[in-house]
């Protein structure tokens, strides 16, 4: 959580106002789209979680192996999730740009 935190801040401090044009195409690389991708990594992370707690009770846990406490901290990090989409997304508003939606279905089949 730390972590991820952490990363992120640094990334944006890396391109700070910065346009980076990648070489041999037209395509760039600048604030927003680093945060775009940022909050396309944590739509996907946030749908991981939300599709393992909606398809796993606390039964399945314990019939797996796991200490009770597992899925309460499974559903701590998903809500961690959750709130790093919707604080990349107000941030991108801010600046302007109307944040990436997350995908329509993810498989993690």
């Given at each position: ?71 309460d901290l499974v559903t701590i990090i998903g809500q961690h999730e959750s709130t790093h989409v919707q604080a990349l997304g107000l941030l991108l508003i801010s600046r302007g740009a ?12």
């Amino acid at each position: 959580e730390m972590k991820t935190a952490f990363f992120l801040l640094a990334l944006v401090a890396f391109v700070a106002s910065e346009t980076y044009v990648i070489p041999g195409s037209q395509a760039y690389i600048n604030d927003n789209n680093v945060l775009q991708y940022a909050l396309t990594l944590e739509n996907l992370e946030n749908a991981f979680y939300t599709q393992a707690l909606a398809t796993f009770s606390s039964a399945n846990f314990t019939a797996a192996g796991f200490n009770s406490t597992v899925r309460d901290l499974v559903t701590i990090i998903g809500q961690h999730e959750s709130t790093h989409v919707q604080a990349l997304g107000l941030l991108l508003i801010s600046r302007g740009a109307t944040p990436v939606a997350p995908c329509s279905t993810y498989n993690f089949n």
